[in-house]
């Protein structure tokens, strides 16, 4: 069974620019929750997605946008990247209790 | 929300002694809390957790106890081990579904 899965691995963006990461939950999870964590710190609660619905979300800009699939995929969408929009983006999907962590997608913006 | 700074405080623990790792929370209202793990490149892994109905629980080789009168969390690794080395983060929330909001992480150092 795949644990959660998150893709690219590693991304390098130019300010101003528009990316998007994307998560395949673990198999059974219906829900999937986005973090930023910059270098030393711990992960931020960005939002959370269920059935294909943003539930609750952290205290990011609307630069930051989400989507679920019906599948429970996920994708991340940041616009007009900002420098210290750079950080490791963790995607986690969980059914009701344990949040599962995915590798990450290294952002970097120059 | 909390501050975290940029430098991770560091514990380090000779192999085979036992690792105590503490953690301030901030919500009274939180009634759910976990540790994770996370070792470099990698995102954090579930390693114990515990409901405010309880102030003890223990697992393989981890076990952690909480206080909510000082709001105060601890992990306990017993007979550390190399691959124990990774940065130890506590988290809360008050609704299993919702935002986990983590705390500091400690930076756990094996001494060979």
């Known amino acids: 069974d795949a644990g959660v899965t998150q893709s690219p691995t590693h991304l390098i963006k130019t300010r101003g620019q528009q990316v998007t990461l994307r998560c395949s939950p673990k198999?059974?999870?219906?829900?999937v929750s986005w973090y930023q964590q910059a270098l030393g710190q711990g992960p931020q609660f960005i939002f959370q997605?269920?059935?294909?619905?943003?539930?609750q979300r952290g205290n990011f800009p609307d630069r930051f946008s989400g989507h679920q699939f019906p599948n429970y995929s996920s994708e991340l969408n940041v616009n007009a990247l900002l420098l210290g929009d750079s950080a490791l983006y963790l995607c986690?999907?969980?059914?009701?209790?344990?949040?599962?962590f995915g590798p990450g997608t290294r952002l970097t913006v120059t | 929300g909390e501050s975290v700074g940029l430098h991770l405080p560091t514990l380090s623990v000779q192999e085979g002694d036992n690792s105590i790792i503490n953690c301030a929370y901030s919500?009274?209202?939180?009634?759910?809390f976990i540790w994770y793990k996370q070792e470099s490149g990698k995102g954090p892994q579930f390693i114990i957790d515990?409901?405010?109905?309880?102030d003890k629980r223990q697992g393989q080789r981890v076990t952690v106890l909480l206080n909510k009168t000082v709001k105060h969390l601890s992990l306990q690794i017993a007979a550390t081990q190399p691959g124990d080395s990774a940065v130890y983060f506590c988290?809360?929330?008050?609704?299993?579904?919702?935002?986990?909001?983590f705390g500091k992480g400690t930076r756990l150092h094996i001494l060979p």
């Open positions: 997605y269920y059935e294909e619905e943003e539930r």
């Open positions: 986690a999907s969980s059914y009701s209790t344990e949040q599962y």
């Open positions: 988290a809360e929330n008050t609704n299993r579904d919702d935002k986990i909001i």
């Open positions: 198999s059974g999870h219906d829900t």
């Open positions: 515990i409901r405010s109905n309880m």
């Open positions: 919500n009274s209202a939180s009634d759910y």
